[in-house]
Nanobody, 115 residues
C-alpha cells in the first residue's frame, strides 16, 4: 500500500506564487515517477508536471516556465512551485505516483486563483 498526503494550495491572486507538497509513504521501490495532475470544474483531469526517478521532467505547455516540479528522494516527496499564477490555474490538484503499472493518487488539494 502507498499513501500520498498533499499539502499547500489554497487561495492566491493572479501573479502570486503557491507551493504544493506531496509526501509518499508505504511500499515504495525505485524506480518510480511522481507528478501532479489537476482537474478544473467541468473539465477532465490533466497532467501538470511529472518527474521520473532519473530526473526527467515533463510539463504541460500551459505551465511551462511558470511551474517547477522537484522531488526529494530521501523524503519520497514531490513539490510543485507555482509562480505567476493565472485564473485558469484554478483546479483541484492531485499528486500521483507510478510504480511499474500501479497508479496511486492523493486526495487532492484545492488551488483557487482569484482577484
Amino acid at each position: 500500500q502507498v499513501q500520498l498526503v498533499e499539502s499547500g494550495g489554497g487561495l492566491g491572486q493572479p501573479g502570486e506564487s503557491l507551493t504544493l507538497s506531496c509526501a509518499a509513504s508505504g511500499s515504495i521501490s525505485s524506480p518510480y515517477s511522481m507528478g501532479w495532475y489537476r482537474q478544473a470544474p467541468g473539465k477532465q483531469r490533466e497532467l501538470v508536471a511529472r518527474i521520473s526517478s532519473g530526473g526527467t521532467i515533463v510539463y504541460t505547455s500551459s505551465v511551462r516556465g511558470r511551474f517547477t516540479i522537484s522531488r526529494d528522494n530521501a523524503k519520497t516527496t514531490v513539490y510543485l512551485q507555482m509562480n505567476s499564477l493565472k485564473l485558469e490555474d484554478t483546479a483541484v490538484y492531485y499528486c500521483n505516483l507510478v510504480i511499474t503499472t500501479y497508479n496511486y493518487w492523493g486526495q487532492g488539494t484545492q488551488v483557487t486563483v482569484s482577484s
